[in-house]
């Protein structure tokens, strides 16, 4: 089956540090890959995706690249900011699939400190 | 625009009690899903529907029933609550077509004691 596993966390890091956090796949096909971000007492948001091999998604200052060969993910950004503190989900949904059955990772809580 | 929106956002019950979480969503999107967010767990897939009466189960489908009969509302039961049902549910809405961004509720979070 499908499966998403991402280092748990937590993370916690000092403002303008750099970010990265790992994110590997198991899927059959091609599978499109998703990163989701939670801030505090709100829902789910999309905050970068990637739908082939190679494909770089970004937003926000984040970045991540699909990685068929290593079947990875990983989310980085240069600089981090107070206000990028929020759990961060990786997704993907399989090859051909439509995105009402997302598979998450379990999940990981960054804390950014001024 | 209010986009995805569920009630309530806070709940206990009672083991046995039954209830209805509410999700409508005013973008005119086809498809709709329910989470539930555990710690450690992630978020993991109750039930979805990809269109008007349409609706098939997830990973997680025990203990919850859905329909859908209109395409802006998809509303959980909860038959029998179970403390095991303690959790954060999220209700999603897409577009039909690949790749599609899915939008989240804020969230319902369900005590069951």
């Known amino acids: 089956g499908n499966s998403v596993t991402q280092m748990e966390g937590p993370v916690t890091l000092s403002e303008e540090a750099f970010l990265t956090i790992n994110c590997t796949y198991t899927?059959?096909?091609?599978?499109?890959l998703f990163w989701y971000v939670q801030y505090p007492g709100e829902g789910l948001q999309l905050l970068l995706k990637?739908?082939?091999?190679?494909d770089k998604g970004s937003n926000k200052g984040f970045e991540a690249t699909y990685r068929k060969e290593t079947t990875s993910f990983h989310l980085e950004k240069g600089s981090v900011q107070v206000s990028d503190s929020a759990v961060y989900f990786c997704?993907?949904?399989?090859?051909?699939?439509?995105?009402?059955?997302?598979?998450f990772g379990k999940g990981t809580l960054l804390t950014v400190n001024p | 625009n209010a986009g995805v929106t569920q009630t309530p956002k806070f709940q206990v019950l009672k083991t046995g009690q039954s209830m209805t979480l509410q999700c409508a969503q005013d973008?005119?999107?086809?498809?709709m899903s329910w989470y539930r967010q555990d710690p450690g767990m992630g978020l993991r897939l109750i039930h979805y529907?990809?269109?008007?009466?349409?609706?098939d189960q997830g990973e997680v489908p025990n203990g919850y029933n859905v329909s859908r009969s209109t395409t802006e509302d998809f509303p959980l039961r909860l038959l029998s609550a179970a403390p095991s049902q303690t959790s954060v549910y999220f209700c999603?809405?897409?577009?039909?077509?690949?790749?599609?961004?899915?939008?989240f509720g804020q969230g319902t979070r369900l005590t069951v004691v």
């Open positions: 997704a993907l949904i399989p090859g051909g699939g439509s995105n009402y059955k997302l598979t």
């Open positions: 529907s990809v269109g008007a009466g349409i609706t």
């Open positions: 973008m005119n999107h086809e498809y």
């Open positions: 990637a739908t082939k091999a190679d």
């Open positions: 899927a059959t096909g091609y599978p499109s």
């Open positions: 999603a809405s897409s577009q039909r077509g690949l790749n599609t961004e899915a939008f």
